[in-house]
């Protein structure tokens, strides 16, 4: 499945463009491929959605666009216009682990105070707190400590967290992934509802096709290995989106199975060329 034609868009209106990427990583037989000649654009506002197979690169693409790692010097990689030389301004990522991005002995408040206590103090450093557990509604639980907390609530901090630094971009690896089903669907809404008050652009690994289609304007498939784009395809289904009414949509029934077959067909061409 060929990838549909990229948009005309113009440089302003992009969170990232991305022309020729590639990174390679030093092993003991000598340099290693991880990815391979990316070439997408990310629209401000928006949240693009990133499957793929095993293997295909997509913590490597999102530690990319963090600035957490380099790329090839003949690849352009772009945030908000400029290079990427570290991590770019406004930014965060959002990591599935969330027990180990909490400290156990501060309170909810102050892991969500943790990234702005030498910017801000007192009222100001209070408001901006506040505001963000009023986002992921934890307010009321702002007292209490991590460990007693179920692990969705433990991941709504992680969120709020990174939504109290105000970030242009969040970038989320499988955030939801070691949930349960019920807390899953939850979040996902959370997340909605978050990004339409804040207007974030929002990049989204997952290994759930439904989850990808259901949360994403658009929706990236990787596959192979070295990772290349496999797919790539708008998702066109209305706002708000309810976790009933939209996936009974045949538009989300297609676009469901466009991205199931967009990795399966990936992982057997990847199984034929072993």
């Excluded at 868009?9 to 491929?33: H, N, W």
């Excluded at 295909?56 to 990319?64: E, H, S």
């Excluded at 991941?155 to 990174?162: D, F, K, S």
């Excluded at 989106?241 to 676009?255: A, D, G, N, S, V």
């Amino acid at each position: 499945m060929q990838p549909q034609p990229v948009r005309p868009i113009s440089e302003a209106a992009l969170a990232y463009s991305v022309k020729d990427l590639a990174v390679d990583v030093t092993t003991k037989a000598g340099p290693k491929r991880l990815i391979d000649r990316l070439d997408f654009t990310v629209r401000k506002g928006e949240i693009l959605s990133i499957i793929g197979t095993s293997g295909a690169g997509k913590t490597t693409l999102l530690r990319v666009l963090g600035g957490l790692i380099p790329a090839t010097k003949d690849s352009e990689v772009l945030a908000d216009g400029r290079p990427i030389q570290g991590p770019p301004d406004r930014v965060l990522m959002v990591f599935q682990d969330y027990a180990s991005s909490l400290l156990p002995w501060r309170t909810i408040r102050r892991n969500v105070a943790l990234g702005l206590e030498t910017r801000y103090r007192g009222g100001d450093l209070q408001d901006r707190v506040d505001a963000a557990l009023d986002l992921v509604g934890l307010r009321k639980r702002a007292d209490e400590y991590p460990w007693r907390l179920s692990g969705g609530m433990q991941q709504r901090v992680q969120i709020a967290r990174a939504l109290a630094m105000e970030p242009q971009v969040l970038l989320m690896d499988e955030p939801f992934g070691a949930l349960d089903a019920i807390t899953k669907t939850s979040l996902q809404d959370e997340l909605l509802r978050v990004q339409e008050q804040t207007g974030a652009t929002i990049i989204f690994i997952t290994h759930d096709v439904e989850e990808a289609v259901y949360l994403g304007d658009r929706v990236l498939a990787l596959g192979g290995i070295p990772g290349r784009i496999v797919d790539v395809f708008d998702v066109d289904l209305p706002r708000p989106r309810h976790q009933i009414h939209t996936k009974e949509m045949p538009e989300f029934l297609r676009l469901r199975h466009q991205a199931y077959e967009s990795v399966v067909e990936a992982e057997l061409r990847l199984r034929s060329e072993q």
